[in-house]
């Protein structure tokens, strides 16, 4: 298939190499053209400017918007939306709030463009381990889609198959290959929101765990109480067949394995809007969510009070998405 990239950081430029090393034609646009020129000469089609898309793509014309949510992905899904032709579609891949997709596919349906939302988890590691996506958008436009989405999954792998799945009605057998159909326009970006109000959560425990493993050689304890750990071997040893092994643990065990004390990072962690906007959706639906709560605010609390444990969940952050302390 043929479809526009419009945005090429750390996220879009690897789903646009992911997606042309499968097959796809892409047609790339970003403020930067150098990021346009590098992925011009791994095969892509460049685009001047917004204007230039329409002119190089097929019927119906694919759109992907894979920019920061709130005002830089509003402005280019309105200016897209005035080029677009009637049967088009415009995905979101970025972690827009879910209500404003909802507004989004009900305005841009009366005009006959097609709407999709894709919550996209896989960082910057994506492009070799692939993404799992969220879904949202009606059935027949997700279904035309569903080449992309297939090319950009991680599929089967070697993941051992869960008991008893694909038994009942209803189960989306694209699950196992790393994608779902969540639901209508902003079920994806929903579903994903809450996967990163989780993420606080896991994040924030071993912070936490690794803080007091570290604060045990304190000379605030008793001096035969007191055990110089080794941050690294214990963060290893619990990759290996321990209840608690995770990515997140890998990241941790590399970080730490580079430097045990993290000298490198501040502990000022920040919260890309995500883990607020899971804590509204639980205050809406009355459900209560301590763990997730507790971690949005420890986040605060680093900006003002830094621990060990902020340090390592900056690391973490660093490791999976890229993402560089503010301010530096």
């Known amino acids: 298939m043929k479809l526009a990239m419009i945005g090429l950081g750390r996220m879009g430029g690897n789903i ?9 034609q892409l047609v790339a646009y970003d403020r930067n053209a150098d990021a346009i020129a590098a992925l011009v000469k791994q095969g892509a089609t460049g685009a001047d400017s917004l204007q230039d898309l329409p002119g190089k793509l097929d019927t119906p014309a694919i759109y992907w918007v894979m920019l920061p949510a709130g005002g830089p992905t509003e402005s280019t899904i309105e200016e897209i939306a005035a080029l677009a032709r009637s049967g088009d579609i415009i995905i979101d891949g970025g972690n827009s709030f879910y209500k404003d997709d909802i507004r989004r596919s009900k305005a841009l349906a009366e005009r006959g463009i097609r709407y999709v939302d894709v919550g996209t988890s896989g960082g910057v590691w994506g492009l070799e381990r692939g993404y799992c996506m969220m879904i949202g958008g009606d059935v027949e436009t997700v ?9 950009l999954a991680p ?3 070697t993941i051992p198959r869960t008991p008893n799945r694909m038994e009942k009605e209803g189960e989306d057998p694209r699950a196992e290959k790393g994608y779902i159909h969540a639901g209508p326009a902003g079920a994806g970006h929903f579903v994903k929101m809450v996967h990163n109000g989780i993420e606080y959560g896991l994040m924030q425990a071993y912070a936490e765990g690794f803080d007091v493993l570290k ?9 035969d109480e007191r055990f110089d750990l080794n941050l690294t071997d214990i963060a290893e040893v619990w990759r290996r067949g321990s209840v608690i092994s995770s990515w997140l643990l890998d990241l ?4 730490l394995a580079e430097d045990q004390m993290l000298e490198q990072f501040t502990g000022h962690v920040a919260d890309s809007g995500e883990g607020r906007w899971t804590i509204d959706a639980a205050m809406e639906e009355a459900v209560p969510a301590y763990v997730l709560a507790a971690a949005l605010f420890a986040r605060y609390r680093s900006r003002v009070d830094h621990t060990f444990g902020d340090k390592l969940l900056s690391a973490m952050r660093f490791g999976f998405g890229g993402h560089v302390e503010i301010p530096q």
């Open 16 to 24: 646009a190499l992911r997606l042309m090393r499968a097959g796809h």
């Open 143 to 151: 279904a035309y889609l569903d080449p992309i989405f297939d090319a």
């Open 155 to 157: 599929g089967y792998g």
């Open 215 to 223: 604060g045990k050689s304190s000379d605030k304890l008793p001096e």
């Open 252 to 255: 941790s065990a590399a970080a």
